[in-house]
């Protein structure tokens, strides 16, 4: 019973509890609040009904879940190999690969919670390794600097925060 027992609505991200026969998700618990959370601003802001609207509504949160995270981990990911990169090759190799040899693409035609848990290791990582650089943004410092300021406090907040999420959204992650 419910919305994925009915015609077009079917997913094989669910399991049957056995003695109760209900139905559960796979998706992470909080994956599915925040897309419930979009739902509802979606709803409240241009009236659509995930029934009726069916296609505008999916389409949006899928954007918003899964292309919106994946510009910001190329993002990341480019500047990370900008400074740690040694040459222009090996720059643009990384990146391609992010880009076209990885099973994220794939995934971005699907609500999932892949990309959103890859986005928040890259998030996690890139203010991780700034606060490790001292912030001076994965740059040397030039010879007979002071050295570089302290990280500003919000890295730190920011890298808890994402490598939390990223547990959050993907298990193994924890690890």
Known sequence: RGIVAEDGWQTVDKVLHPSRLEYYSTKPPLLTVLAAGEY???????????????????RTIVWTFNVLPLIVYLTLLARLADGFGATDWGRLYVVAAACFATLLTPFLITFN????????VVVALYTGLRIWSGDGVFSRDPEGSAGPAPPPRYLFALAGFFAGFTACAELPATA
Request: aromatic share 14%; net charge negative; hydrophobic share 50%.
């Open 40 to 58: 509802w601003l979606l709803e409240k802001a241009f009236g659509w009904s995930i029934v009726d609207d069916r296609w505008a509504v999916v």
């Open 113 to 120: 919670n892949h990309t959103i848990a890859t986005c928040g």
